[in-house]
């Protein structure tokens, strides 16, 4: 079963869907406009994703869109009647806002991506915390091609890709396939265009099953000893393992395991 509320699209253009099974699926439906990141549509993901922040139903969010673009970053049409300093700091720190409440998310994120993602929709790829492309699929950060430097799209990308790709991306603009996105790890699957709900659901499934305890412990901890130096890493971790082991979860896995039985979570 399904519930979905839906956002008028004069408002921002983000649907949002929950499954029984604790897949929540963010929808960006502003196809006409390829879902382009405008003030209101930025506003609107980051309610939906305090929502979910919030909801201990969701297990797992997969970030999908309509039409022919995944996203093709900020509407610059918004951006050219603004022309306005103040309202590009603020835009450009509500973005920064939204992509970091992603990764700061207690349930992973999953892109699925059609079309083409470029700019600030290429860095949403990037800054999610997987993502499964359809095998059409595009990315760019191409800004450069308009005089505009992908700054901040930047920021996500550097962090998923090697230094030298990352800046080949963002010096010439140039689009890469869903092929040479994954070899770069910017995807982790690239799948056949019809397949690509189907695959990004079976990842999201795979994912849901599992303790959710220790996926959210898991998750967090990934992205804190990331940045970390090594001696720090090691100890954080270490900690990590020690909470997770003692959590009712963790001896549940124990417990199954030397007993050769399915585990049954309790997310505790």
């Known amino acids: 079963m399904t519930s979905t509320t839906a956002v008028p699209a004069a408002e921002a253009g983000v649907t949002r869907a929950v499954t029984e099974d604790g897949i929540a699926t963010l929808t960006l439906a502003r196809p006409t406009r390829y879902n382009t990141l405008t003030s209101a549509v930025i506003a609107d993901l980051s309610a939906h994703l305090a929502a979910i922040a919030a909801d201990p139903a969701v297990r797992v969010v997969i970030l999908a869109s309509t039409g022919k673009a995944f996203s093709t970053g900020h509407d610059l049409k918004e951006m050219n009647a603004a022309r306005n300093e103040a309202f590009y700091r603020q835009l450009f720190a509500d973005c920064s806002r939204m992509m970091q ?3 700061a998310l207690p349930q992973p994120v999953i892109a699925q991506v059609q079309g083409i993602a ?4 290429c860095q949403l790829v990037a800054t999610c915390d997987l993502a499964v492309a359809a095998a059409s699929a595009r990315f760019a950060t191409n800004g450069i091609q308009n005089g ?3 700054a901040t799209p930047s920021v996500a990308l550097s962090r998923v890709v090697q230094r030298k790709h990352a800046l080949e ?3 010439t603009g140039d689009f890469i396939d869903a092929a040479r996105a994954a ?3 910017l995807v982790n699957h690239v799948v056949p265009d ?6 990004t659901r079976a990842l999201a499934g795979r994912i849901a099953d599992k303790s959710q305890f220790a996926i959210r412990l898991g998750k967090a901890s990934f992205y804190r000893q990331v940045n970390q130096g090594l001696d720090s890493a090691y100890r ?4 990590d393992l020690v909470c997770n082991l003692l959590a009712e979860d963790g001896q549940e896995g124990l417990d199954a395991f030397i007993a050769k039985r399915p585990p049954v979570w309790r997310d505790r």
């Open 101 to 103: 409440s992603i990764v």
């Open 118 to 121: 470029t700019a600030a929709g």
């Open 148 to 150: 505009l430097y992908c």
């Open 169 to 171: 991306m963002l010096l």
């Open 183 to 185: 070899e770069m790890g």
């Open 194 to 199: 019809a397949e690509l709900e189907t695959a």
């Open 236 to 239: 954080g971790t270490s900690e």
